[in-house]
T-cell receptor, first 116, second 114 residues
Framework: EPEVTQTPSHQVTQMGQEVILRCVPI?????FYWYRQILGQKVEFLVS????????KSEIFDDQFSVERPDGSNFTLKIRSTKLEDSAMYFC??????????????FGPGTRLTVL | GEDVEQSLFLSVREGDSSVINCTYT??????LYWYKQEPGAGLQLLTY?????DMKQDQRLTVLLNKKDKHLSLRIADTQTGDSAIYFC??????????????FGRGTSLIVHP
């Protein structure tokens, strides 16, 4: 069964460093998403991406964040200068389309980012 | 903004029914969802209900929606140890771009013991 994969599973970085989190969405999916979950808190939407551009983003997704689909398979989230409060589990998701308004998103297992 | 609340833990005995409850604030919610997350895995959509429905049943799962009270529940009949996981409640409504982005709760850890 096709699945969303994410690498690495755990990333440790120093405050101020740039990190790139990688995702491989399901191959025929067109919509891609990033979410994060700070330990003990809710899963929060960051950004959605379609047709090589951002379609929706939350207040969390500020200038420190960027997303890219550098090739036909990868979808990346870059954090330019990490802060301690960026420590969280980051989930990538993809969906086939928006048809019918029912939008099943398929989630990857997450990357745990620890900022020291 | 939208908010979704659910209790953090539920412990049940194998074979009993589990009921996980959730409340939400946005009366414009169009779809409400239950996601399941097993250890080391991503969130997986279990079931969803459209806001004009009161109930949806799918094998051992029963979803009840009380729109007046903005209350959603998930009942798992004959709970098995394999049902141990974190269950996320979520709601969504259509955004300007036509997408439905779920707003999640914190998740309820269901622990099933023999």
């Amino acid at each position: 069964e096709p699945e969303v994969t994410q690498t690495p599973s755990h990333q440790v970085t120093q405050m101020g460093q740039e990190v790139i989190l990688r995702c491989v969405p399901i191959s025929n999916h067109l919509y891609f998403y990033w979410y994060r979950q700070i330990l003990g808190q809710k899963v929060e939407f960051l950004v959605s991406f379609y047709n090589n551009e951002i379609s929706e983003k939350s207040e969390i997704f500020d200038d420190q964040f960027s997303v890219e689909r550098p090739d036909g398979s990868n979808f990346t989230l870059k954090i330019r200068s990490t802060k301690l409060e960026d420590s969280a589990m980051y989930f990538c998701a993809s969906s086939e389309d928006l048809a019918g308004g029912y939008n099943e998103q398929f989630f990857g297992p997450g990357t745990r980012l620890t900022v020291l | 903004g939208e908010d979704v609340e659910q209790s953090l833990f539920l412990s049940v005995r194998e074979g009993d029914s589990s009921v996980i409850n959730c409340t939400y604030t946005d009366s414009s919610s169009t779809y409400l969802y239950w996601y399941k997350q097993e250890p080391g895995a991503g969130l997986q959509l279990l079931t969803y209900i459209f806001s004009n429905m009161d109930m949806k049943q799918d094998q051992r799962l029963t979803v009840l929606l009380n729109k007046k009270d903005k209350h959603l529940s998930l009942r798992i009949a004959d709970t098995q140890t394999g049902d141990s996981a974190i269950y996320f409640c979520a709601e969504s409504m259509e955004l300007s771009g036509g997408s439905y982005i779920p707003t999640f709760g914190r998740g309820t850890s269901l622990i099933v013991h023999p």
